[in-house]
């Protein structure tokens, strides 16, 4: 079965860090581009940060440019997000999303990925 697990979040204070992962089983993701979207209350989902199957290429939301950091460790199969310098406007669940035939140049775009997590809370608050 085709599964991704989120997980990491949690509750922190402005200006505070949290590593997200995403976690695959069922598959590899070696020949899987992946990206993390956002959804925040009375929001649309929202593409954050995607990474190309081999990690050669990055893209990120200008929102998080400089703050946010996407990897991944294909060996354990996992995807990561180094979120630093937390604001409160990133509170939200966050999703990991895969698929093997991102177009990379949309690769932000909700409707590229076919395989998706249950998302996991990240809540900046003081």
């Known amino acids: 079965q085709v599964q991704l697990v989120e997980s990491g979040g949690g509750l922190v204070q402005p200006g505070g860090s949290l590593r997200l992962s995403c976690a695959a089983s069922g598959f590899t993701l070696n020949y899987y581009a992946i990206a993390w979207f956002r959804q925040a209350p009375g929001k649309e989902r929202e593409g954050v940060a995607c990474i190309s199957s081999r990690g050669g290429s990055t893209n990120y939301a200008d929102s998080v440019k400089g703050r946010f950091t996407i990897s991944r460790d294909n060996a354990k199969n996992v995807v990561y997000l180094q979120m630093n310098s937390l604001k409160p406007e990133d509170t939200a669940i966050y999703y990991c999303?895969?698929?093997?035939?991102?177009?990379?140049?949309?690769?932000?775009?909700?409707?590229?990925?076919?395989?998706w997590g249950q998302g996991t809370q990240v809540t900046v608050s003081s």
């Open positions: 999303a895969a698929d093997p035939s991102v177009r990379f140049r949309l690769c932000q775009i909700r409707d590229e990925y076919d395989y």
